[in-house]
């Protein structure tokens, strides 16, 4: 049992906690649990298993935090904690392990602010973030990783301006999805900014703020200023005369 490299245990509706003893299988290489009715937390001792490449976990009901323990497995590949009810920040110590090419936690609940720590992740090819409750500005250091070929961040609370180069949304194409951020808007500075904001789905950073034309002038207290009420009442003004003369031509033709 304990040469076993692969356990692949998923779709099996298999419920309760996932085993503490699982951290004895120390040349395992991968674990896929996935698709499951798992619950409880994930096992301080999976951090043993130093030779795992691909961990699976997705599409259960496990709680977070992510253990701290896991920053051991420095040979880890795929990361994949989808549809788990984590509701906790994204661990820090994801940033330390190297190796990794794809990191995925969808729906899990995760919330805070994205930390600059992926920058140092130069392997990583696939980042989903996407259907969180996660704030703040998007660290401008991801458009600067070499391999990463796919990024959803879409569906979150996150804001601020896009940093993201013309080159990198280009390259990523469909792969880049950043939409459903109610206050994430793209800089004016891009080149193409009008045909990049209805491509990516985001407002343009003039277009959410509004323009002059869209709204009434108003004065610092939220008052309209005096030179809109003179305008509104000179036409009002005119207005009033034309009718007075239109009434005595009109008594004049009939008399």
């Known amino acids: 049992m304990k040469s076993m490299t692969i356990l692949d245990m998923s779709w099996n509706k298999i419920e309760g906690y996932i085993p503490y003893s699982l951290g004895q299988l120390q040349l395992l290489q991968k674990m896929d649990l996935s698709s499951n009715k798992l619950t409880g937390i994930i096992p301080t001792q999976l951090g043993n298993l130093k030779r795992l490449v691909l961990l699976d976990l997705s599409h259960n009901y496990i709680n977070g935090p992510i253990p701290e323990t896991m920053s051991s497995l420095e040979l880890l590949e795929y990361l994949l904690i989808d549809d788990n009810p984590i509701k906790a920040r994204i661990p820090f110590f994801i940033g330390n392990l190297s190796k990794l090419k794809s990191v995925s ?23 989903t973030l996407d259907n969180n409750n996660l704030s703040g500005p998007i660290p401008p250091t991801l458009g600067l990783l070499p391999n990463l070929d796919q990024l959803n961040i879409s569906h979150n609370s996150l804001n601020g301006v896009l940093q993201l180069s013309d080159e990198f949304i280009v390259k990523l194409g469909r792969r880049l999805d950043v939409r459903r951020n109610s206050d994430l808007c793209i800089s004016d500075d891009h080149s193409n900014n009008k045909n990049l904001s209805s491509y990516l789905e985001i407002p343009s950073c003039v277009a959410r703020n509004g323009s002059f034309a869209d709204r009434t002038p108003k004065d610092s207290a939220g008052i309209n200023p005096t030179w809109y009420k003179s305008n509104i009442s000179s036409s009002s003004t005119l207005l009033d005369l034309q009718v007075i003369l239109f009434a005595l031509v009109s008594y004049f033709i009939l008399s």
Do not use: H, K, V
């Open 105 to 127: 936690f969808s729906g899990c609940g995760l919330f805070g602010s994205m930390p600059n720590i992926f920058s140092s992740l130069e392997s990583l090819s696939a980042l």
